[in-house]
């Protein structure tokens, strides 16, 4: 039986009421090491995210029920023209930490000044190669640019006109064709045997076969090229001029023609080097 004081089961509801559940404790912050991202259940939400090295973006979002989001973003880069990659100029996050995740405010080593003459350098000696094979019409930074394997932004930085690249190409050019006579003169100077002496210059010349090719191109191109015409008239010339106190004048041109028609034959061809023929051959012309 069952009266207005006792529930259904039989339980007096004064004697004996329910007790009510203890509130939930609050559940811990869940946070996941593949985003960054802590969540704190009904409350907030933040999210740090990081890019690649040498940029840093800082994101705070907030959001409670019946207020806002606010999205805040500091990329805090810059880029070089010289070499078209971006720099770090100093970067943050809203912990604290900076440069890339340096914690506590560390910041990363910074980066390495480049060299601008290597670089300069590096564009000249591509140019020659643009130069060699093509001719100087149609030589164009962007040409230049990817033969060295350097961004378009490079070739303009350093030399903002195509006249001023092909001018320090040629330049370029003109030291390292001074520099092999001076060596040839040393080497020359008082050897005991002058045929011998010039087969193993040759030698040693042919052995970087990539870089003969591209001067014995340049002196092509100047049958096509004015510009280029002074540059091979001074390799002849020279030759001639270092033979001369050996040989005399004949044989000093004689020599001369012979040897660079050797270099070109072996480019051609791609064989070795004949030094006891062109050893023999050296002899015949000087004794003339």
Known sequence: MTNGLTSPSGR??????????PPAPDRPAAASAETGRTTETGTATTATTATAPGTSTATGISTAPGTSTATATDPATATDPANGTSTATGTGTAAGIADGGAAGGERQPARRARDPQ??????????????????IGRTTHRAVAARAGLPLGATTYYFPTLDALIAAALQKAAEDQEADLRAWADHLHDVPDLAVALVDLVADYMADRRRARIEYELCLAAARDDALRPLAEDWLHGLHELLTPHVGEDAAHNISALLDGTML????????????????????????
Request: overall charge positive; hydrophobic content about 50%.
């Open 118 to 135: 290597a670089r300069r350098d590096a564009l000249a000696a591509a140019t020659i190669e643009v130069v060699a094979e093509m001719g």
């Open 265 to 288: 034959h072996l480019l051609v061809t791609g064989a070795p080097l004949n030094a006891p023929a062109l050893t023999a051959a050296i002899r015949t012309l000087s004794a003339a």
């Open 12 to 21: 007096d509801a004064h004697t004996s009421p329910r007790k009510a559940k």
